[in-house]
């Protein structure tokens, strides 16, 4: 199979989805992978790793949808690239069709074979893909909360830590899943009072 790695074009998203290590994997098992070029970048992977783990760079994304059985992303395809989608290609990313219309009757049209990647399960029913992006946004929404308590950022120049003789800040999370869990992990950890509210004990 040719399993083509696309430049993510969505605005300020700097991953990619296939690592050189993945290439070396896919070219163990017969595959043969392009790169679009420049597509590491953001992830600190210059085009010279993916060359020496075996994948062939292509100057554009066109080019990747023109030669790939299957192409892969990290978000959801734009409309850009709606009409560059062709018939049984499988298109492998993020789809969050529930929140897209168009982008799912686009995809109908192409008649094309999409995989969402917070499809995936596992035999347990865990979900190996969605989990890691799960456990980054809870992190991260901390990490922004904490920014806009700031006054500097318009909050109330509160230190979720606290410090000697100033009570920490208090963070109640909603929700006890893989988000909220490691939202309150990372409170916990900037020495915040934390309260998970969730249905299910």
Do not use: W
């Amino acid at each position: 199979m040719i399993v083509g790695i696309l430049k993510e074009i969505k605005a300020e998203e700097n991953r990619v989805s296939m690592t050189p290590a993945g290439v070396e994997v896919l070219k163990q098992n017969r595959h043969e992978v392009l790169v679009e070029k420049n597509a590491g970048i953001g992830s600190g992977f210059e085009d010279a790793i993916y060359e020496k783990a075996g994948a062939v760079i292509v100057a554009s994304a066109q080019e990747i949808f023109q030669r790939s059985d299957m192409v892969m992303h990290v978000k959801e395809p734009l409309p850009a690239e709606y009409d560059l989608i062709r018939e049984d290609q499988i298109v492998f990313t993020y789809l969050h069709l529930a929140a897209a219309e168009k982008l799912t009757h686009a995809l109908i049209q192409s008649k094309s074979i999409c995989i969402a990647y917070e499809t995936i399960q596992k035999p347990d029913r865990s979900l190996p893909l969605l989990t890691p992006m799960s456990e980054v946004a809870g992190r991260m929404a901390i990490q922004q909360g904490a920014k806009y308590l700031e006054m500097a950022h318009g909050g109330h120049g509160i230190l979720l830590g606290g410090v000697p003789g100033v009570d920490p800040g208090s963070v109640v999370v909603i929700g006890g899943g893989i988000v909220g869990v490691n939202a309150a992990k990372m409170a916990c950890g900037l020495g915040a009072k934390v309260y998970i509210l969730d249905m299910n004990l």
